[in-house]
């Protein structure tokens, strides 16, 4: 950072490893105007590795943003001007920052503090809690890093930090307002919540005994995982639906002419290709699978952009996206997966290789499974699983009757969001997949 002059400061843009080079703006967490303090989340920013939350280095007011959502920016790029100004935290607080802060980005957590509607209406108890907190309760609830390190230093609950005043923009808790609150004795500490009309399904307290073993950190990519998929199904209702595809055609057919397709192209014919080729058509079939909840509206999107899991050398899974899937050959789909799931492999995904996916297939078969009941990939509508192709035998229908024969068989499993897929649709969507499919 350098000075502008002797009110103002260019902040820009931190190193974030040895071969990061650029990130992309994510989403600004202090607007233009706005006051912040010391630690507090300035800007959100993602990289090819992972996505960073920028802290404020000193208290001040936001002057000026240099860039916007989605601009890429290089490293020790300026892309805001700072006004630096008092930090208003007293003695305690500067004491004990030097014990919670870090400049490591830790993820952003949506914190349900009341997940049920009867603890949207509580109100603590006047003889446990003083009336400065008694109305301070909040609901879903962003928590700056600092301020999550802060609570768990004291050891104080989600539920107590959603009683605490908060003063920053949009009813933000800032590390004032907390070491504030400590400063006063903790008050609501162990305030009892009483309801006054319970209605509907409340959470049991339930005391689990996890037992004893080897404790290992959950890595940032394995946390990040976990809050997207408890989010997804905490938002959408699942209902899954099944199938079953003869893919013998298909599997004679690939087995004759990837050789040749090797050859011609110079890229490798395996399954997902095809699996991708024939979703893509149903979803011109059917568009409406192929779309996300805004509130009370349905938004169809115009775009066919294929998210395929593949697995990092981690063990993680990623997402990878086929932009613009229905307007690629066979040959064009074959190149794209193959680019994709190699750089997966390398570790080499970048930010842009896994944005945009309007639709997700997961091959659970390339694991051994049958079948999978997947989680969907928010925000989109449905998720499809392909199990195993396995040999059964099977009875087959012909004109003189019926046959035993061995074929090769493929279980599939759509996952669909019941608010907007009706069981109808997503039948008939995934029905049309498996006859795409058996068509070879």
Do not use: C
Request: hydrophobic share 35%; proline share 4%; net charge negative.
């Amino acid at each position: 950072m350098s000075n502008q002059n002797k009110d103002t400061v260019e902040f820009k843009l931190p190193k974030m490893g040895e071969s990061i080079t650029e990130a992309t703006i994510l989403n600004w967490m202090v607007s233009p105007g706005e006051n912040f303090e010391e630690g507090d989340t300035i800007v959100e920013v993602g990289t090819d590795k992972v996505d960073n939350e920028v802290p404020a280095p000193f208290s001040g007011k936001m002057i000026e943003t240099k860039f916007e959502a989605q601009d890429i920016v290089k490293i020790e790029q300026v892309i805001a001007i700072l006004e630096k100004g008092e930090d208003k935290a007293n003695s305690k607080a500067d004491t004990t920052k030097s014990k919670t802060e870090s400049t490591s980005s830790t993820p952003k957590k949506q914190v349900n503090i009341a997940p049920t509607k009867s603890n949207q209406h509580q109100k603590t108890s006047a003889t446990s809690v003083s009336s400065t907190w008694q109305n301070s309760e909040r609901g879903n609830h962003f928590y700056s890093p600092l301020v999550e390190k802060i609570a768990k230093e004291y050891h104080i609950s989600y539920e107590e930090l959603a009683r605490i005043p908060a003063s920053g923009a949009n009813n933000r808790l800032q590390k004032s307002d907390i070491f504030n609150y400590i400063e006063a004795g903790r008050p609501a500490q162990f305030a009892q919540s009483v309801v006054e009309k319970p209605t509907g399904f409340q959470l049991p307290d339930l005391k689990f005994d996890k037992g004893k073993g080897k404790r290992i950190k959950m890595d940032r990519m394995s946390q990040m995982i976990a809050d997207h998929m408890v989010f997804s199904k905490l938002t959408s209702p699942h209902v899954t639906a099944y199938v079953e595809a003869d893919l013998t055609n298909l599997v004679a057919w690939r087995n004759k002419n990837k050789a040749s397709f090797l050859e011609k192209t110079g890229e490798k014919l395996t399954f997902t290709p095809l699996f991708v080729q024939a979703v893509t058509k149903a979803i011109q079939d059917f568009p409406m699978i192929n779309s996300s909840l805004d509130g009370d509206e349905i938004i169809v999107k115009e775009e066919i952009n294929i998210g395929i899991a593949a697995a990092l050398p981690n063990g993680n899974l990623i997402v990878p996206v086929i932009k613009n899937s229905d307007k690629k050959d066979l040959e064009g789909l074959a190149k794209t997966v193959n680019d994709l799931v190699k750089k997966a492999r390398e570790n080499n995904i970048s930010s842009d290789d896994v944005k945009g996916s309007t639709f997700t297939i997961s091959n659970v078969g390339t694991f051994g499974s049958v079948m999978g009941t997947p989680i969907i990939n928010q925000p989109e509508a449905a998720i499809l699983a392909t199990g195993i192709i396995k040999k059964r035998a099977e009875v087959i229908e012909y004109e003189d009757g019926d046959k035993i024969e061995i074929r090769q068989m493929m279980y599939l499993s759509l996952s669909f969001d019941h608010r907007l897929v009706g069981g109808f649709l997503a039948g008939s969507f995934l029905k049309r997949i498996a006859d795409y499919l058996e068509e070879y």
